[in-house]
């Protein structure tokens, strides 16, 4: 009994459901093929960009051109009078869709998904060959026209087709349901929504539009019904507004979601024509110049990150998972802010950000400059409307933005006339105005926004004036000025425009997991600097309350063709790298953020320490520890204690230890983290030498470990007798001074960091090793580019070229020749990472000597080891 009753509730079910909408991924079997290599096919699963590689290998000069990727989806008879949609969630950046060879239509915009109506396109009971051509070559009408991250090229995000009963909600417009909340307090939300309806039918359809909303634990909070007689292919209009009493609000604390479920019942046969559903929140938020942030009337600052979609190995076809996984750690980092930059991105992370409680700004990618053209703003508009529609219910999402930087490159144009230049000012304040207006139309209840460098072109042009909020990206203590010169710029700014809300959109600099020191500075790499910058920034804001928040740049290590940091084509700004591991600074902001108890201490990338060692036989480690705990107890090897109390999340310990392996031990408050880390000593590293080699940064203060050979080549030092180092020459400096080292890709080696550093001019470098055979490594590389050095990408800053020069030099070992008239840049080139090992014995130490022929002679690296 029990058991048919049952049968008959299912078929009350599925019969209810017959006929919904299929939605079904078309990611699978697409065959590949680019102009670049019209002989190559090949068969991908999407997401898929044809730049994952050479965006890395060739630098700037990754393929920026046409691709096609072509399929065949078979169409039954039981579709024929079904409608058909193909939607693609992204594809950079213009894409032509063409079934069985027509053209269907054109997207233009890398960043914001679109839906193709297929319907009158297809052949039914046949293959139909589907081609969608993407070209993500410059193109001076769509932005972005220039930028600091990788175009890569592709169907990089999921692609549908949809197939829907004649009568259905449209497709076309964005979400599909559009809800708001126009009037909202902690007792009642008004919520609006509405869709739009398509009937397909030669005749008029009656139907009842179902709704149901569910409260953020599955209860039914509303239902209502709607009747609609349906006339032609018209789009029909379907409103409802209803109260919910006590909703609960949507906050990062409780990221509580409502859903809509929306049907369209036949009237007469009483089935389900078609259904959708989307999540949505009730919260409220402004913003004020003097105390910041509000949400649901409480005061927040907003902390976290910016974000590229782009992963290692990847580019930009990412699952949805890593999506996932990167919220859950921006999330986990105890950020209740993201800044989506420079675009906006894969569906899955805006639901992420709904689920996980993270306020969005999200923005279109107007980034550097623009085009005086009615097509570029056309093209601006557009995507805009699409970044609104697409996104319009997610809770998360309380800011639009539409700029970045926009006056960046106008100042260095040196070809361009004043009159000129006031008429480019000009536009972009146009732009920035109908981009603002139609933001304000599409959604009156969020945020605008805009971020800026630190140029005051942007005030006297009165373009930061149009939006609600001004974002500074803010790079003191790195392209030029000192990091302790934030806080006095934002005050100026703020005593300037005090009814002007202002965060900090981007703010950090580069650093890599394999450069490590305790004497940072900018432009090392280092991930000191990175914590000591962090650190400072994090303090200047955290001093003046009117600071809406900030958004460090930039949550991980992201691609950028033709910049050159440590690691060429990375911009090495993340607080993680590339491929996800979690710098040092990452493990600060949990210290700074998390509400729970917290310890950390740095050196996951530093295991050993080599110190000096001092008259008492100790050396000093330098260790930071992160903690939001008021006392630290510190326990080194069981037995030492000693107690700290961090200052704004953090203790810089200077550990005396002596040689040998330690285990250091932080408890707080329930939290304990141990770290074990080696000490050496400098002065005893020579006597190792036949088991473990010297491996010497020359012209460094920082280590650097191989992540090839896990080998650490330490930080250089000035010889002194019965020692090691260099006895003269300079640390080798660019022409502006302020990067030591050069800046350039260092061909033939990934280690790029160990070349980029050296001193030049030197004569002798020595160690005092006892009698023996000895392999001596050199590395080498003429930094001297033919059209000199600049830094790839400066935020402008300064252009200097230096001249080319020519260097040749003899290398000797205590007198005797081992490379004569050694010419680097004339035998392997500018910037190439030369390596020249050799065997000598030796009765008296090891003096490598450098003979000058021409120009200054230049060392990157030494690694001497005993063989014999
Ligand atoms: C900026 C840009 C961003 C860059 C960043 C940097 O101001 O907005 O796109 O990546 O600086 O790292 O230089």
């Known amino acids: 009994m029990k058991s048919k009753f049952f049968l008959i509730c299912l078929i009350l079910v599925l019969g209810k459901s017959y006929g919904q909408r299929i939605i079904r991924t078309e990611n699978s079997g697409w065959t590949f093929t680019s102009s670049l290599n019209a002989e190559e096919r090949k068969v991908v699963n999407l997401p898929h960009t044809w730049n994952a590689e050479d965006a890395i290998t060739k630098g700037g000069d990754y393929y920026r051109g046409v691709a096609t990727y072509q399929k065949n989806i078979f169409v039954g008879e039981e579709w024929k009078d079904k409608r058909l949609y193909l939607k693609f969630e992204g594809v ?9 060879d027509k053209l269907v239509g054109k997207h233009i915009g890398g960043y914001t998904g679109f839906v193709f109506d297929i319907s009158d396109f297809v052949t039914i009971g046949s293959n139909n060959h589907i081609r969608l051509e993407c070209d993500n070559s410059y193109n001076a009408d769509v932005p972005p026209l220039s930028a600091d991250f990788t175009f890569y090229g592709g169907a990089y995000r999921d692609v549908y087709l949809v197939v829907t009963n004649p009568v259905h909600f449209s497709l076309e417009d964005g979400a599909g349901l559009l809800i708001r909340t126009p009037e909202l307090s902690e007792n009642n939300a008004k919520v609006h929504l509405t869709s739009n309806v398509k009937n397909y039918l030669p005749k008029q359809a009656n139907v009842m539009a179902d709704l149901t909303i569910f409260s953020p634990d599955n209860k039914i909070a509303y239902s209502g019904s709607k009747s609609l ?32 479920e929306l049907k369209l019942i036949d009237m007469g046969t009483q089935d389900t024509l078609d259904a959708v559903s989307e999540d949505f929140g009730c919260r409220w938020f402004s913003v004020d110049p003097e105390k910041g942030f509000f949400l649901n009337g409480k ?145 009156p209840s969020r945020l605008t926004v805009m971020a800026l460098h630190q140029s005051q072109l942007y005030n006297t042009s009165g373009i930061a004036d149009i939006p609600d909020i001004i974002g500074w990206n803010l790079y003191m203590g790195w392209y030029g000025g000192k990091m302790e010169q934030l806080g006095e710029f934002l005050d100026k700014e703020h005593r300037e425009h005090p009814k002007r809300p202002v965060l900090i959109s981007e703010y950090g600099p ?26 400072s920034y994090v303090d200047q804001v955290f001093e003046r309350p009117y600071v809406v928040g900030m958004a460090a740049w930039n949550f ?15 911009n090495q700004k993340g607080l993680l790298t590339f491929d996800r591991i979690p710098k040092d600074i990452y493990y600060y902001y949990q210290s700074r953020l998390l509400q729970k108890p917290f310890v950390y201490l740095s050196g996951e990338h530093r295991q050993t320490y080599y110190c000096k060692e001092d008259s008492t036989g100790m050396g000093t480690v330098n260790l930071y520890l992160f903690s939001n705990c008021e006392n630290v107890h510190l326990v080194i090897d069981g037995k030492d204690e000693f107690t700290t109390v961090p200052e704004n999340g953090v203790s810089r310990l200077k550990l005396q230890l002596d040689e040998g392996t330690h285990t250091v031990t932080a408890s707080a408050d329930g939290e304990s983290f141990s770290r074990q880390l080696d000490v050496k000593f400098r002065s005893n ?25 896990n080998e650490t080549w330490i930080a250089d030092q000035p010889y002194t007798a019965g020692g090691w180092g260099y006895v003269d020459g300079e640390v080798y400096q660019k022409s502006r001074g302020r990067v030591q080292g050069t800046d350039q890709d260092i061909k033939g080696t990934s280690e790029d960091p160990l070349y980029q550093t050296m001193r030049e001019g030197l004569t002798n470098y020595r160690f005092d090793v006892k009698p023996g055979v000895y392999r001596i490594s050199l590395l080498m590389t003429d930094p001297n580019g033919a059209s000199g050095e600049r830094l790839v990408y400066d935020l402008g800053q300064n ?6 020069s020519q260097r040749r030099f003899n290398i ?57």
Request: glycine letters at 6%; aromatic letters at 10%; one cysteine or more.
């Open 799 to 804: 252009q200097n070229m230096s001249k080319s």
């Open 556 to 570: 991980a290590d992201f691609g950028s063709a033709s910049r050159v940091d440590a690691i060429p084509a990375i």
């Open 299 to 443: 005061a927040y600052r907003l902390m976290g990150v910016s974000r590229h979609q782009d992963y290692a190995g990847l580019g930009n076809a990412l699952p949805n998972k890593i999506h996932e996984t990167d919220l859950k750690m921006i999330k986990d980092m105890g950020s209740n802010f993201i800044r989506l930059a420079h675009y906006p991105q894969d569906p899955a992370v805006y639901e992420w950000c709904d689920k996980l409680g993270i306020i969005v700004w999200s923005e279109i990618p107007i980034v550097n400059q623009i085009t005086e053209s009615p097509s570029f703003f056309e093209n601006c508009l557009q995507m805009q409307k699409e970044n609104v529609l697409q996104n319009i219910n997610h809770p998360s999402v309380m800011m639009w933005g539409y700029m970045n930087e926009v006056f960046l490159r106008l100042p260095f144009n040196r070809q361009t006339t004043q009159q000129e230049k006031d008429k480019y000012v000009e536009a972009a304040v146009e732009l920035a105005r109908q981009l603002n207006q139609e933001t304000k139309d599409l959604d």
């Open 510 to 535: 580069g650093a890599d997991i394999r450069i490590q020191t305790d004497n940072p500075y900018a432009w090392d790499y280092s991930e000191a600097y990175q914590i000591d910058m962090h650190a």
């Open 92 to 100: 950079n950046q213009v894409a032509s869709l063409f079934l069985n």
């Open 229 to 260: 007689n349906l006339a032609g292919t018209d789009v029909n209009k379907v409103d409802f507004e209803f109260n919910v009493d006590n909703p609960d609000l949507w906050s990062p604390e409780s990221p509580n979601l409502y859903r809509a």
């Open 812 to 868: 000797l070992v205590n007198g005797k020749p081992v490379s004569n008239k050694l010419d680097l840049a004339g035998t392997y080139g500018y910037n190439y990472g030369v390596n020249l090992d050799f065997v000598v014995e030796t009765r008296d130490g090891i003096n490598i000597q450098f003979e000058s022929i021409e120009g200054k002679p230049v060392l990157s690296a030494i690694r001497i080891k005993k063989e014999s």
């Open 685 to 709: 590293l020579l006597n190792g030498i036949d088991i473990e080699p010297l491996a010497v940064n020359v012209g460094s203060l920082c280590d650097f470990t191989s992540d090839i050979t």
